[in-house]
C-alpha cells in the first residue's frame, strides 16, 4: 500500500459527459501527478502540483484540468469524454517538487461507452 | 522530441539468474533517470534512480547504470525471484513548467521468472 489512495476505483460513462477523479496523496507530501495509462500511448504524463500550485504540465487535453486543493487532495475533471479517454489514470505524490520517488495510487479505470 | 524507449519488450529469466533490463533515452536535459516496477493491477513502484552526473548506483538486489555517451540506462536485478515478475518502466524527470518536473516513461519491459 503506497499510501495514495485513488476513487473511485472503475468508472464507467458515455462519450460527452464529464467525470472528476480524487486523490489523496500520503501524508506529508506536498507534489500531486496525473498519469493515464493506455494500451496504445503508455504511462503518459499529464501534470503536476505542488502545494496547490500547477508546477508543470504534459500532453493534457483542454478537455482536461486538475487542482490541487489547500488540505492538497487533488482532483482530476475529465469533460467532454471521447471513447479514446478510455484508460487508466493513475495520481502520484512525492514529498517535494523534484518528484523522483513517486508513490503511486492504485488508479482509476475509465470506460467511456 | 522527447522520448524514452526500451529495447527488449519482453525478457523471461530463470529464478536465481541474474536481469538486465535496458532503455535508450533521447533527452540530454534530464536530470535524473528512474526505474519503475509495475505489478498486475497495481501502479507503477519505485525501484531506484540516479542522477544524471553519475554512472552507477546500486540497491538492494538492483544497480543501475548510466551511459550518457550512448544515452543508454540499465537495470540489472542480481538472483531475480518470481516476486521479480512485472513490468519495469524506464523514466526520465525533465525540469518543466514553474519549478516543476514532468516525468516521460519509457514503453516498458515485462520481466517473466521462470521458477
Known amino acids: 500500500d503506497s499510501g495514495v489512495t485513488q476513487t473511485p476505483k472503475h468508472l464507467i460513462t458515455a462519450t460527452g459527459q464529464r467525470v472528476t477523479l480524487r486523490c489523496s496523496p500520503r501524508s506529508g507530501d506536498l507534489s500531486v501527478y496525473w498519469y493515464q495509462q493506455s494500451l496504445d500511448q503508455g504511462l503518459q504524463f499529464l501534470i503536476q502540483y505542488y502545494n496547490g500550485e500547477e508546477r508543470a504540465k504534459g500532453n493534457i487535453l483542454e478537455r482536461f484540468s486538475a487542482q490541487q486543493f489547500p488540505d492538497l487532495h487533488s482532483e482530476l475533471n475529465l469533460s467532454s469524454l471521447e471513447l479514446g479517454d478510455s484508460a487508466l489514470y493513475f495520481c502520484a505524490s512525492s514529498v517535494d517538487w523534484g518528484g523522483n520517488e513517486q508513490f503511486f495510487g492504485p488508479g482509476t479505470r475509465l470506460t467511456v461507452l | ?115
Open chain 2, 1 to 115: 522530441g522527447e522520448s524514452v524507449g526500451l529495447h527488449l519488450p519482453t525478457l523471461s529469466v530463470q529464478e536465481g539468474d541474474n536481469s538486465i533490463i535496458n532503455c535508450a533515452y533521447s533527452n540530454s536535459a534530464s536530470d535524473y533517470f528512474i526505474w519503475y516496477k509495475q505489478e498486475s493491477g497495481k501502479g507503477p513502484q519505485f525501484i531506484i534512480d540516479i542522477r544524471s552526473n553519475m554512472d552507477k548506483r546500486q540497491g538492494q538486489r538492483v544497480t543501475v547504470l548510466l551511459n550518457k555517451t550512448v544515452k543508454h540506462l540499465s537495470l540489472q536485478i542480481a538472483a531475480t525471484q518470481p516476486g521479480d515478475s512485472a513490468v519495469y518502466f524506464c523514466a526520465e524527470n525533465i525540469r518543466a513548467g514553474t519549478g516543476g518536473f514532468k516525468t516521460i516513461f519509457g514503453a516498458g519491459t515485462r520481466l517473466f521468472v521462470k521458477a
